[in-house]
Every structure is written in structure tokens, then in C-alpha cells.
């Protein structure tokens, strides 16, 4: 995590001209790059791309032999060329009940105004796509869009290069929304292989609560590439409750950022689950900008098959009486590959915190793989911190106890499982998605064949 971070000078056509020629340092990026660049925008919004392709262009793809991405090779990635393409649907498969009337469905990263549904949310509360707001609304977006720590992240970068629009998310000072705000994003596929960047901004201004769901899925077989950015800003005392699911397709590729700032005494809690993609990656990161934070992170991965799902989380505790909480845990089957990086950065200011973070890992095949690293960088000297990695299998003698209950030892190991997956599910605060990611892990099969 980049605790600080300079903006690039807006550059003028010109100059982008000149880097390019320049500056372009890996040709497969470059080609992503013209491709999420090839429509034009105006204005705030233009001048943000173009600093942003200017990172890029001064960036390459991660590769193995980087600190940071040791155990993710990205080469199959690079291996695709990806295309974008705007497709159209016409119905999703299931709508929470919970948010019926409160969604805003993007497909490929085009907002689907027909799949949207937004009424009965109480005054002081926007949810809307960039194009939908007024003048004055994104006028107050321009302080927050791409301003999160982080922006020079390659793949952060290259979706900021391409924004055309924003899932946006904004609730005034001291505004309690009762209903879950859903933001889908939808990938389908046509006659070539897909690139979609999505992109959320959520605004919980001072005293204001709020749960989001923010789900990817495929609707259509096939390639395709995701590249997601969430940027979170919490004011003072307000409250955030954000789920995050990703269900991507079995060929797809999928990078998500989401990067969370917490003013003095806010709360922010995070469930995100991961079920999907051939390759996944989830970019975790909070900046404490005030005291007496409380932070909460749950987790939850789940794979099989030659799956790889990586999560890197960075939680920078900058003040005195900050909380955090994290649990994160992977069940591996196959020959499927988890990762987890989790930093807790505890600097001298940050004095009385009160940091937790623990990873444990369920294998159920002899081929699964699990890498784990917690770390905590403790300078402060009064705190309190703990943090560990546990890595098991199934035990046999709670198989056989439930076997001496009349339960077949099929149906055990999936009590078993089930029971390891529901501690994170079961905290999740929308009921129905509760049970629709239960009956996923019920009916994920072959978890167990070597």
C-alpha cells in the first residue's frame, strides 16, 4: 500500500503525444490502454483520464519476481487480447428482494438504465451513474473520484484512464438508509474475448449510515477481463456496511481495488467473498485519516478446479484508538491455488490500538495450495496486536463422529465444509444473499478430486 501518493500534472494532448513515443514501456499494457481510451470524454473527467494514461504509460504488467504479485503470474492474462465491447441484456437472472428498488446494474461497464431500479431511498441519498447527476453533483465528485491513496497502481491506473462512468453512491450528513444499495456489474461476452472496467465511488458524508452490495457475475460463457476500483470515503462518524461478491465466469480474469478512507470515529466492515474466475485478485486497502476508527474485514474465498485467488488487504492505523478486525479464510480444493497477504501498518502516533488479524485456510485436496503472510509493522510501543495463519484438512475424527450419527461420510465433509464457510456468510446483513451464497457453497461440487 502506497501511503503517499503525488498527483501527476495534467498533461495537454501534446505532451500525451510526446510520452507516448517515449515512455511506452510494455506493449501488451499499451494495447489495453488504447483500447479502454479509444472513446472520448470531456472536460474534468478527460483531464483525469489523461494523467492517469500517462501512469500507465510509464508502468508494466506485475510479474512474478515483484514482492507483491510472487505467487500471481499474470502471464495467461497476457497471453489474451482483450477487446471492449458494448452488449445488451434484457432481464438478470435474480434480483435481491432487499433491493428490489434500490440497484444500479452496469454491463461490460455500460450502465443498463433498464436494469435499474432506484425509488423509496430517503432524501439526502444518491445513487445514480455519472451521467445522471447535475452539475453541482459533479462538481462534488471532482474531490473524490481517483483521490483515493493508490491511484498510481498500474491496473488502478488503467481503469482510470478509461472511465466513462461511475457507479455512484452518495448520502449526506446525519442520512440513515435502512434498504441495501445493490451495484451490479455485469459481464457479457460476444465474438471476442472482453475487457469491462467498472467503476464505484461511495460518499457516507458525517453522522450517515449505509450497506452496500457490490456484486460481479457473468451472465454468458467465456473470456473476458474485469477490472474493478472502489473508492470508499467515510466521514465523521458515519457508518458503511459493504459486501462484495465476486462470481466471475470460470474463464475470466478479475483485478479489484477497493480503497477505503476512514474519518475520525467512523466504522467500516467489509464481507467479501470470492467464488469465481479462473484468475482473481482483490486489493484490500484502508487509510485511517482520523482517531478512534473501527475497522472490520471478512473473508471469505472459495475455489477448485486450477482456480488462483489472491488477496492482498493494507490496513494504515495513522491515529490513536483505532480498531481493526480481520478474519479471512480459504477453502482450496483441487488443484486450486489461494493467496493472502495481510499488512496492518502501526505507526509511532498510533498509539492504543487495537489491531487483530488472523487467516485460516481449510485444504481439501493434497494438490491444493495455500500461501499466507500476515505481517503487522508495529513502531508504536502501547498497543495491542496479534496476528497468525492456521493451514488444515478436514479432521477425520469429526468425520467419524458424524458418520456415528447415521450421516454418510459425503454429507459430513460437507457439514463440515459448510459450517467453515457459514461463519463468515452468516454476518453478512442482507438475508437473501445470505442464502443465495449458502446454497452456492452447497452446490460447489468436486472440491475434493486430486
Not at 461490460?108 to 445513487?127: D, F
Not at 445514480?128 to 453541482?136: D, P
Not at 465511488?201 to 450497506?211: D, F, M
Not at 480498531?323 to 498509539?351: E, M, W, Y
Request: some cysteine; hydrophobic content about 40%.
Amino acid at each position: 500500500m502506497t501511503i503517499q501518493v503525488s498527483p501527476s500534472p495534467i498533461p495537454n494532448s501534446d505532451a500525451v503525444s510526446l510520452t507516448a513515443t517515449l515512455l511506452d514501456k510494455d506493449a501488451y499494457l499499451i494495447g489495453l490502454l488504447n483500447q479502454v481510451t479509444a472513446s472520448k470524454t470531456e472536460g474534468w473527467l478527460q483531464g483525469l483520464r489523461e494523467s492517469a494514461a500517462n501512469v500507465v504509460r510509464h508502468s508494466t504488467i506485475p510479474k512474478t519476481r515483484e514482492e507483491e504479485w510472487r505467487f500471481t503470474d499474470l502471464s495467461s492474462l497476457r497471453q489474451v487480447q482483450f477487446n471492449v465491447e458494448t452488449l445488451h441484456v434484457t432481464s438478470l437472472p435474480e434480483i435481491l428482494p432487499e433491493t428490489a428498488n434500490s440497484r444500479l446494474v452496469f454491463v461490460n461497464g455500460v450502465y443498463a438504465p433498464e436494469l435499474s431500479a432506484v425509488a423509496n431511498l430517503p432524501a439526502g441519498v444518491v445513487v445514480s451513474n455519472l451521467a445522471g447527476l447535475t452539475v453541482a453533483e459533479q462538481e462534488a465528485v471532482q474531490q473524490y473520484l481517483a483521490q483515493a491513496e493508490g491511484a498510481q497502481e498500474v491496473f488502478t491506473a488503467l481503469n482510470t484512464a478509461g472511465i466513462t462512468d461511475v457507479a455512484l453512491v452518495w448520502v449526506k450528513k446525519n442520512v440513515v438508509v435502512e434498504t441495501p444499495i445493490h451495484l451490479v456489474f455485469v459481464a457479457v461476452t460476444g465474438e471476442s474475448a472482453t475487457i469491462s472496467q467498472p467503476r464505484c465511488l461511495v460518499v457516507a458524508e458525517g453522522g450517515s449510515q449505509v450497506t452496500l452490495v457490490e456484486e460481479y457475475s457473468n451472465l454468458t460463457q467465456g473470456v473476458y477481463f474485469t477490472n474493478a476500483v472502489t473508492e470508499i470515503w467515510l466521514g465523521e462518524n458515519a457508518e458503511v456496511s459493504h459486501t462484495r461478491v465476486e462470481r466471475e465466469g470460470a474463464e475470466a480474469f478479475h483485478i479489484g481495488k477497493t480503497a477505503i478512507a476512514q474519518s475520525r470515529d467512523s466504522r467500516y466492515t467489509c464481507h467479501a467473498i470470492t467464488f469465481g474466475a479462473k484468475l482473481s485478485r482483490h486489493n484490500l486497502e484502508v487509510l485511517q485519516t482520523g482517531e478512534q476508527t473501527q475497522t472490520t474485514l471478512n473473508g471469505l474465498t472459495m475455489i477448485s478446479g486450477k482456480q488462483l485467488a489472491d488477496t492482498h488487504s493494507a490496513i494504515a492505523l495513522n491515529y490513536p484508538y483505532g480498531t481493526s478486525k480481520q478474519l479471512h479464510k480459504c477453502i482450496v480444493g483441487d488443484r486450486a491455488h489461494a493467496v493472502f497477504n495481510g499488512k496492518v501498518f502501526v505507526p509511532k502516533p498510533a498509539q492504543l490500538t487495537d489491531a487483530a488479524q488472523l487467516n485460516r485456510n481449510l485444504l481439501l485436496s493434497s494438490k491444493a495450495r495455500v500461501d499466507t503472510k500476515p505481517q503487522l509493522e508495529i513502531t508504536a510501543d502501547n498497543v495491542k496486536c496479534a496476528h497468525g495463519a492456521t493451514v488444515s484438512q478436514l479432521e477425520d475424527d469429526e468425520i467419524f463422529y458424524l458418520q456415528s450419527r447415521g450421516i454418510d461420510e459425503n454429507d459430513a465433509r460437507k457439514l463440515l465444509i459448510n459450517a467453515f464457510a457459514a461463519e463468515i456468510i452468516n454476518q453478512i446483513p442482507v438475508p437473501s444473499l445470505r442464502e443465495i451464497l449458502l446454497n452456492t457453497v452447497n452446490s460447489l461440487k468436486s472440491l475434493t478430486n486430486d
